[in-house]
């Protein structure tokens, strides 16, 4: 038996793509009643949203990032680097980014709104007195009110250098960074808590690169570095490091085998060949195939090469915990849902010895070419 | 008087909170004493006897200390100890790996008051007549060879190779010489000193203030963070192969 409702009226029914409009936030805002507005498709509210811009100008103040590319890409603490100016920067304070060197990147992603590179740096040339004397003229030129320099390497000495030189207040090893205020080691377990310093060298982890805007990406040609000669030092030249012996952690290619590889002869002939050094997956280590010392992993080596090529390699946890510094991780595997996979940037689907063997005859034809 | 001054420091000990002698600066100090075993050690600020001992051990004849105070500035501690470093033509010093172990940035103070070069990351000294020829260590494993004149400032990499050995006779029969500090420490503490707080081990990430809608942040919660590469499935081996030396080439990793 059907029960039968009264109704004063027609049914009432709720609109499921009611009229929404976009609030300058961001968010999508329902205002019950009204018929003002879109009307919002499902798919289009799973596209990607682009993100704003942090501030369009014009600037009255600037802070300057500083820093050496690597052929042609910014190290992570230099991104750092430049999302805590983006982050901490005012509406009308400019994020300027100095690199010595060529420098690739997406500047507007990274948060910078005006990209000054000398891109005819030569990195194998010995002159911290000529890069110096650059920052001074970019002091003269852009005025900053703040310095950030990653606390790292070249990136570091050059901060100290500078700072010292231009009798700029420094803060060293910053490991917190907040709005107007920084925290420095003091040891013992305890910080200092300090005021901003016109020069801060930031340490790893101060910053999170996921930014929710953009930076204006304006790409300058800068001065270039100008030619003075070291006083009382001459440079007898650079000598690459040969990867034979070099320590895992400072190699710059890395070729590691996994539990694929069977042809260690061809293996080794590989990585002489492209000049690599050898790592090994702990299996590999444990089956005697590999020296402990070669081993990468959470138990072995944690390595941070510019190129690591993992064969016959399916990616343990623990495996890619060793990894997690490398910049480009190419994967031969058979098995393409292997872990590595997900962390690769390109995955090969082959067995390993049957690439290598190509690999090696292309390197080795490409070489006598040469 | 000896041509060579390396600078030495305390560390506190990061777990039992002691002074220790800093491994860096004991690579320093080893590698001096390697090119002349009269180079001498200079601190500046309260250093514990067990302390200089220990770096006199190494091999060294003398450690001077200037009185300083123990929190002094970088510009104060290097004013005190300029007038120990004025006719010393090498001056060496070891670098801070550790952030807890200081800024590492007195050999660079130290260099600019004296208007001298600052080498940092140095490996290896081998000295050619008056000149020595220096060995610095690059990113990647790279080496360079500079042929450094004195006067010059120079900064021992933490990596270089330690032949460091402790000898208990040269500890007992080293001297200390304490020196009070030429020029008085200020009185007020200057603005830069800021306070002292606890520390704690998890520090505080600056981010970006976001404002997401309730379904950017659904899928974010089912977004998996790494999508991966792109995966290579067809061809044969020789295609394969020819794509991974093409990714090496565009990335420049590979140089032949």
Not at chain 2, 35 to 57: E, F, H, I, N, Q
Request: with cysteine.
């Amino acid at each position: 038996m059907n029960t039968v409702h009264a109704h004063a009226g027609p049914v009432r029914r709720v609109d499921p793509r009611r009229p929404a409009i976009i609030t300058p936030a961001g968010l999508r805002r329902i205002v019950l009643g009204s018929s003002e507005g879109e009307r919002l498709s499902a798919n289009r509210l799973d596209a990607p949203v682009a993100k704003p811009v942090r501030s369009a100008g014009p600037f009255s103040r600037a802070t300057l990032v500083v820093t050496h590319a690597e052929r042609g890409a910014l190290s992570d603490l230099a991104r750092q680097a430049i999302a805590a100016a983006a982050i901490l920067a005012s509406p009308d304070t400019e994020v300027i980014l100095a690199v010595l060197g060529a420098c690739h990147d997406d500047m507007a992603a990274l948060g910078v709104d005006r990209l000054l590179a000398s891109e005819d740096f030569d990195a194998g040339h010995y002159q911290p007195t000529a890069c110096v004397q650059w920052l001074k003229g970019l002091q003269a030129a852009c005025a900053p009110q703040h310095w950030l320099f990653a606390d790292s390497g070249l990136d570091g000495q050059l901060g100290r250098r500078f700072a010292v030189q231009a009798g700029l207040g420094l803060a060293c090893n910053v490991v917190e960074l907040g709005t107007d205020s920084l925290r420095v080691p003091a040891g013992a377990g305890q910080d200092w808590l300090r005021p901003h310093a016109q020069v801060m060298l930031l340490a790893k982890g101060v910053a999170s690169t996921k930014l929710p805007f953009v930076g204006l990406g304006v790409r300058e040609p800068a001065l270039s570095v100008p030619a003075i000669s070291e006083n009382g030092i001459e440079d007898l030249g650079v000598q690459a490091g040969d990867p034979k012996t070099l320590a895992l952690e400072e190699a710059d290619f890395i070729m590691a085998a996994g539990n694929g590889v069977t042809d260690l002869p061809l293996f080794h002939s590989l990585a002489l060949e492209v000049g690599a050094a050898v790592g090994a997956s702990r299996v590999a280590v444990d089956d005697g195939r590999f020296a402990r010392a070669q081993q990468i992993g959470a138990t072995g080596k944690t390595v941070s090469a510019s190129a690591y090529l993992a064969l016959g390699i399916s990616g343990a946890v623990q495996h890619l915990q060793g990894i997690k510094d490398c910049r480009h991780v190419i994967a031969v595997n058979l098995d393409a849902s292997a872990p590595i996979a997900r962390r690769a940037d390109l995955t090969v689907v082959e067995e390993s010895a049957a690439l290598m063997k190509a690999l090696l005859e292309l390197v080795r034809k490409q070489k006598e070419a040469a | 008087m000896s041509d060579i001054t390396v600078l030495v420091g305390a560390r506190t000990h990061a777990v039992s909170g002691r002074p220790v002698r800093s491994r860096s600066d004991a690579a320093a100090a080893a590698l001096a004493l390697g090119v002349s075993g009269k180079a001498r050690l200079l601190t500046a600020g309260p250093m514990p006897d067990a302390v200089a001992r220990d770096y006199l051990a190494l091999g060294a004849p003398l450690l001077e200390m200037v009185e300083c105070g123990a929190d002094a500035e970088v510009a104060d501690v290097s004013a005190n100890l300029l007038p120990s470093l004025r006719d010393v033509p090498w001056v060496l010093a070891g670098t801070r790996p550790e952030p807890e172990h200081g800024t590492g940035v007195l050999p660079y103070a130290v260099a600019a008051a004296l208007g001298r070069p600052v080498i940092a990351d140095v490996l290896a000294i081998q000295p050619e007549g008056a000149a020595w020829i220096v060995t610095q260590a690059l990113p990647k494993g790279a080496r360079r060879r500079l042929r450094v004149h004195p006067p010059a400032v120079l900064v021992v990499s933490a990596t270089a190779p330690q032949a460091a050995r402790h000898s208990l006779a040269d500890a007992m029969a080293g001297l200390i010489v304490r020196k009070p500090a030429q020029t008085p420490a200020a009185a007020s503490t200057p603005a830069s000193a800021g306070q002292r707080v606890a520390g704690s081990k998890r520090r505080k990430l600056l981010e970006a203030r976001t404002q997401q809608s309730g379904h950017a942040r659904m899928l974010g919660a089912i977004e998996s963070p790494s999508t991966g590469g792109t995966v290579l499935q067809a061809g044969d081996a020789h295609t394969k192969a020819q794509a991974v030396l093409d990714y090496l080439r565009i990335h420049s990793l590979v140089h032949f």
